[in-house]
């Protein structure tokens, strides 16, 4: 989160996706804007509709979902859109949206994922140490995303996640309206 909140005021065109999940707002968090709060009931109508690009639950507690909707009109207007969900999330949003931009961010080391999840204060024991089991299965999979980016200072992972999306904007593929504009203007 607090790269994220870095990285978005160097770029403020990028839109962040709200997720929707099922469980309750925390102190501060305040509806479309951190999440949208959802009942298990209208959640599973949502991804029954195929209203999401993802969605899981999470430690068989909760639901969470990136709302396919919001993303889509975003993309549609021309705006980048964010999203900060997990290895299975994303690898199930490159099935869905082939040109997505995966990039993992990752502590340099489990000691100091630890260290941050025990400095949140939002966990306990039982869900820090799940987290840390998750991340060790988690990073199997870095090899799958665009790139690989360690998180040992916020500016040198702000900036590195900003030279990604700048490199990946530049990609061919994703400059064909372009080509072609030029082509049609001989």
Known sequence: GSVIRLMRKAMPEMVLSVSVTTRSPREGEREGTDYFF??????ETLAQADGFLEHKCVFGKNRYGTPRAFVEEQRASGKDVLLEIDVKGALEVKCKVPDALLIFLMPPSFAVLETRLRNRGTEDEAAVAERLKTAREELKSAHLYDYFIINDTLERADRE?????????LQTSRRLELIGAIMEGE
């Open 38 to 43: 959802k009942t298990w009931d209208d959640f």
């Open 161 to 169: 996640i900003r030279l990604a999306i700048e490199a990946a904007r």
